[in-house]
């Protein structure tokens, strides 16, 4: 397969309702790859919390209706943040020629408690929720662990966060595009969940991203999918042997290494799934990108910068770029397409030939990897 168009909105707080996103993400990635509505034959929506914030779901009907091409297959998808990867995963394994899979999400007209109670629906009811374990907790818990057993620190967390907000102003598009971030900002922010602060945080994100999968490849412009894999675990922390690893990235990883050929040390640029700034650097390990406990010691060296050896989300990730749920994995593979095809404009990564996107759902209860190729 290959990726033959690619569409974003901006990410952020939005006017824009459900519907106007997914058209506008849509309408851009098929101009991008110069077809029409009428000549796909098939298409994947990815989308998480579309049923109780905007009280919308079957967003597959929906996107058709907005296109005008009834009569195609048309699918939607939700494994919670990682909805958007395993959308493409599905699209991939499918039978079709000319997909589009696009993801939304609506979430900044919900208020705060309602927010907290839909994206919570992504962990387990009755271990999770019902206990009080919201997502904040949950990654400050594996931040904690990762610290007494890594001597991991609050300022490598901060420099995470720091080079993703650097990342962000680069990117137009992005829901910090118009911030300036300090490390002071991010050492003085408010405690969410200790020792996380509100700049380890992820932000609530309205956005689109789609793209155009063919089965042929009909340009330059065309970027391989060379691997596309999914994997699971349990979906809730009390039921892990681990928490300073997520399994289901690591089983992922391994399968998309062999399906594409290649060792994590080919790689050039990533897009990794920093809900949380420690799962950036719990996405690393889990790679294989660095050992365990190393993964510090590259941000401290400033080697996952745009201009170090092996860039990670040069967009500004989910902590900057943004994180509409159902938006993000399809977003991270319009990202890597613009790296790989060197229209990336400031924040290109010079050479850039193969890149990997991993998208995560809930804590590690599922993760989609996926490995593109110039």
């Known amino acids: 397969m290959?990726?033959?168009?690619?569409?974003?909105?901006?990410?952020?707080?939005?006017?824009?309702?459900?519907?106007?996103?997914?058209?506008?993400?849509?309408?851009?990635?098929?101009?991008?790859?110069?077809?029409?509505p009428k000549e796909l034959d098939a298409v994947?929506?990815?989308?998480?919390?579309?049923?109780?914030?905007?009280?919308?779901?079957?967003?597959?009907?929906?996107?058709?209706?907005?296109?005008?091409?009834?009569?195609?297959?048309?699918?939607?998808?939700?494994?919670?943040c990682a909805s958007g990867g395993t959308a493409v995963f599905q699209a991939v394994h499918s039978q079709y020629s000319n997909i589009l899979v696009v993801g939304?999400?609506?979430?900044?007209?919900?208020?705060?408690?309602?927010?907290?109670?839909?994206?919570?629906?992504?962990?387990?009811?009755?271990?999770?929720?019902?206990?009080?374990l919201i997502f904040p907790a949950s990654y400050a818990l594996i931040a904690q662990q990762h610290m007494l057993k890594y001597g991991t620190t609050l300022e490598d967390l901060a420099l995470v966060s720091l080079k993703n907000h650097e990342n962000a102003l680069l990117n137009p598009t992005a829901h910090f595009a118009h911030k300036k971030v300090t490390l002071e900002d991010i050492k003085n922010s408010e405690v969410v969940s200790s020792p996380l602060r509100?700049?380890?945080?992820?932000?609530?994100?309205?956005?689109?991203?789609?793209?155009?999968?063919?089965k042929k490849r009909n340009g330059d412009r065309d970027i391989q999918v060379a691997a596309s894999s999914v994997a699971t675990d349990s979906i809730s922390l009390v039921q892990r042997k681990s928490l300073t690893s997520f399994e289901a990235t690591k089983k992922a990883a391994k399968e998309a290494y062999i399906q594409a050929k290649i060792k994590p040390?080919?790689?050039?640029?990533?897009?990794?799934?920093?809900?949380?700034?420690?799962?950036?650097?719990?996405?690393?390990?889990?790679?294989?990108?660095?050992?365990?406990g190393e993964s510090k010691e590259w941000v401290r060296?400033?080697?996952?910068?745009?201009?170090?050896?092996?860039?990670?989300?040069?967009?500004?990730?989910?902590?900057?770029?943004?994180?509409?749920?159902?938006?993000?994995?399809?977003?991270?593979?319009?990202?890597?397409?613009?790296?790989?095809?060197?229209?990336?404009?400031?924040?290109?990564?010079?050479?850039?030939?193969?890149?990997?996107?991993?998208?995560?759902?809930?804590?590690?209860?599922?993760?989609?990897?996926?490995?593109?190729?110039?």
Do not use: W
């Not at 929506?45 to 914030?53: A, K, L, R, Y």
């Not at 939304?104 to 019902?130: C, H, P, W």
């Not at 990533?270 to 889990?286: G, K, N, P, R, Y």
């Open 2 to 36: 290959y990726i033959s168009g690619v569409g974003k909105t901006k990410f952020g707080v939005l006017q824009e309702g459900l519907h106007e996103l997914a058209y506008a993400a849509a309408v851009h990635a098929l101009r991008d790859a110069g077809i029409s």
């Open 198 to 214: 509100l700049f380890d945080c992820s932000p609530i994100s309205d956005g689109a991203a789609a793209i155009v999968l063919t």
């Open 301 to 374: 060296a400033g080697k996952t910068k745009i201009e170090g050896e092996l860039p990670i989300n040069p967009d500004g990730g989910l902590k900057a770029d943004g994180h509409p749920i159902g938006a993000t994995g399809v977003a991270q593979l319009a990202e890597l397409t613009m790296q790989l095809r060197g229209e990336a404009g400031k924040r290109q990564v010079k050479g850039a030939e193969v890149g990997l996107a991993q998208n995560v759902g809930g804590v590690g209860g599922t993760a989609a990897i996926h490995i593109l190729r110039k």
């Open 265 to 292: 040390q080919q790689l050039d640029v990533l897009e990794v799934h920093d809900c949380f700034t420690i799962a950036e650097l719990v996405a690393m390990e889990d790679l294989g990108l660095c050992k365990p």
């Open 44 to 80: 994947y929506t990815s989308n998480f919390i579309g049923g109780p914030d905007a009280k919308q779901l079957h967003l597959n009907s929906v996107l058709v209706s907005l296109l005008q091409c009834e009569g195609i297959p048309a699918f939607r998808n939700e494994t919670a």
């Open 104 to 132: 939304v999400e609506k979430m900044t007209s919900a208020s705060g408690k309602e927010n907290g109670m839909t994206i919570g629906f992504a962990g387990d009811r009755l271990l999770d929720q019902e206990e009080g």
